[in-house]
C-alpha cells in the first residue's frame, strides 16, 4: 500500500534513514539479562549529534544506560514524550531463518531481535524527531525522546529508575510508547487498538506444607505433593469473578457484529458462556477479550525441597502468575485464591513473588483525538479501539508517578495486521515491513505536530 498523502520521495528517504538505523541498533546485542543497553544510548547520542542535536546518557548502572533528548518548540505548550526501550528478550539462533542480531534488510523487511519489539521505534522516533529539528521545531511546548534500559525484565535501571531520579527529564503531559497501533480489518473498516492502560501483575507463590519420611511408606495424609495436586487442581477449576470494564469494551462494541452476543458480552454475568460462542466464531477476538474479564491464575513453577526420590518433601512450593485489571489490587487476588482453597485438604501459605498494580490514562484526551486525525488522513477508514494491554510496559511507571498523564501504546503499521504483527513479540523470525517502519516514524512526527498546537 502506498502511503496516500505522502510525498514518495519523503517516504524513500525515511524508509532509508530508519530501516538503516534499525539495523545499527539489531546489531547491538541487548539481550536482557544482562542487557548492556548502554552501547544502544552511545548509538543514538552519537547519531543525534551527527545532526546537530544533543542529549544525555542517563541511569544506572554504568553499563544499563538510557537516552534522552529534549527538542523545545517554538511556544510555550504542552510536552510530549516519544518512548521506546533498549533491551531485547534473547533469542536462539538455531531456530532462526536469518542470524537474530544480523538486521538484515532483505524481502522488504528488517530482520532481527528487537524489530518489532522494540527497537523499531527506538529508530522511529529518532527520525521523527530529527525531522522535527530540521523543520525547526514548528510546534508549541515540547517534544521528548526516549529510549531506556531494562523493560524486558525491569529489575534495575530503565524507566522505572528515570521517572524517579529525573523527574526533570521524564515528567511530561503526553506519552507515546510501544504496545497498541495493530490493526483489525472489519466489516466497518480498519480498527486500530490503542492501549490506554496495563493489567498489573500479583505473581504469588503458595508453599504447601507435608510431612517429611520414607516414601517406600505409602502416606496419604501429610503428603505435599499431592495437596500441592490438589491445590493446582482447585485453583484452575475455580471460576473467577468476570469484570467488564472500559478495557473490552470497546472491542466488543466495534467487532463483535451479532447484537445478542454483543449484549451477552457485556454482562457480566452472562460474559463466560457469550466468551464460548465467541470463541466458536472468532477465536482470535476471544483470545483478545479473555484476558480482560479480569483475573486469571496460571501455575507455571513446581519445587519441592526433598533432594531424593525416596522421602518426602516438608515442602511444595507452586508459583503462579495472576494478571489484575487497572483498579485492582493484590488484596483481590488473595481472597480469590482463599475462595478456591476453601475446603480442599492442603496446608498453604501465600507469598508474593512480585505485585505491580495495574493502571490507566483517560480516554478520550487530545492525544487520542490526534492520533485519530493523523490516522485518518492515511488510512480514511480508521477509527480507533480504545483497550488495556494485557502484558506490562513501561507506561505504567509514568502513570503511577505523574498522575494525570496520558500515556497511550501506541506504534501504527499500515501495511501488516495485527495477526501478522504480533504473532512475532518474542518469536523467532521477529521482523517489520520498511514500510511499516517508515510510517511508525512519519506517523509520530505529524502526531508531535497535531497535538502540540
Ligand atoms: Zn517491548
Not at 529510549?147 to 530503565?158: K, L, P, Q
Not at 466488543?252 to 445478542?260: K, P
Not at 493523523?374 to 483497550?387: F, G, H, I, K
Request: net charge negative.
Amino acid at each position: 500500500m502506498d502511503i496516500a498523502g505522502l510525498d514518495p520521495a519523503v517516504v524513500a528517504a525515511v524508509e532509508r534513514e530508519t530501516s538503516e538505523l534499525l539495523s545499527r541498533l539489531i546489531q547491538i546485542d541487548t539481550s536482557n539479562p544482562p542487557g548492556n543497553e548502554t552501547a544502544v544510548a552511545e548509538l543514538m547520542d552519537r547519531w543525534f549529534r551527527e545532526a546537530g542535536l544533543q542529549g544525555e546518557i542517563v541511569g544506572e548502572p554504568a553499563d544499563r544506560r538510557s537516552f534522552v533528548l529534549r527538542l523545545e518548540g517554538q511556544r510555550p505548550g504542552p510536552s510530549l514524550l516519544l518512548l521506546a526501550h533498549e533491551d531485547v528478550v534473547p533469542a536462539n539462533a538455531a531456530d532462526w531463518q536469518v542470524p537474530p542480531f544480523s538486521g538484515l534488510i532483505k524481502d522488504g523487511y528488517v530482520w532481527g531481535r528487537g524489530a518489532v519489539d522494540v527497537k523499531n521505534l527506538v529508530a522511529a522516533h529518532a527520525v521523527a524527531v530529527k525531522r522535527l529539528a530540521a523543520a525547526g521545531a514548528p510546534f508549541a511546548g515540547s517534544v521528548t525522546y526516549a529510549c531506556t534500559a531494562d523493560e524486558e525484565e525491569g529489575t534495575v535501571g530503565g524507566a522505572r529508575w528515570l521517572v524517579e531520579h529525573r523527574p526533570d527529564l521524564m515528567r511530561c503531559d503526553y506519552v507515546i510508547n510501544e504496545g497498541g497501533g495493530h490493526f483489525l480489518e472489519h466489516a466497518a473498516g480498519r480498527i486500530y487498538l490503542v492501549e490506554s492502560g496495563e493489567k498489573g501483575t500479583a505473581q504469588f507463590r503458595l508453599v504447601v506444607h507435608g510431612e517429611a519420611g520414607h516414601a517406600s511408606v505409602p502416606l496419604r495424609h501429610g503428603n505435599a505433593v499431592l495437596a500441592a495436586a490438589r491445590v493446582v487442581e482447585a485453583l484452575v477449576a475455580h471460576e473467577l469473578p468476570v469484570v467488564v470494564d472500559e478495557s473490552s469494551r470497546e472491542l466488543v462494541e466495534l467487532l463483535v457484529s451479532d447484537r445478542d452476543l454483543r449484549a451477552r458480552l457485556r454482562d457480566p454475568a452472562a460474559a463466560r458462556g457469550a466468551l464460548a460462542d465467541l470463541a466458536a466464531c472468532d477465536p482470535r477476538l476471544a483470545d483478545m477479550i479473555e484476558p480482560l474479564y479480569g483475573f486469571a491464575f496460571s501455575p507455571t513453577i513446581v519445587q519441592s525441597n526433598s533432594v531424593a526420590v525416596n522421602v518426602y518433601p516438608t515442602r511444595v512450593e507452586l508459583s503462579v502468575d495472576c494478571r489484575m485489571l487497572a483498579g485492582h489490587d493484590e488484596d483481590e487476588v488473595e481472597a480469590e485464591v482463599r475462595a478456591a482453597l476453601a475446603g480442599v485438604e492442603a496446608e498453604w501459605d501465600l507469598e508474593w513473588i512480585g505485585v505491580i498494580r495495574g493502571n490507566a490514562s483517560p480516554y478520550p484526551t487530545p492525544l487520542s483525538d490526534a492520533i485519530r486525525t493523523v490516522l485518518q488522513r492515511y488510512v480514511p477508514d480508521a477509527e480507533l479501539a480504545n483497550s488495556h494491554s494485557v502484558g506490562f510496559t513501561d507506561s505504567n511507571w509514568f502513570r503511577a508517578a505523574y498522575p494525570g498523564i496520558v500515556a497511550y501504546n501506541f506504534a501504527p503499521h499500515i501495511v501488516e495486521s495485527y495477526d501478522d504483527v504480533t504473532s512475532r513479540y518474542h518469536n523467532v523470525d521477529e521482523r517489520i515491513l520498511v514500510r511499516d517502519l517508515a510510517f511508525q516514524a512519519l506517523f509520530a512526527e505529524r502526531v508531535a505536530l497535531e497535538v502540540l498546537q
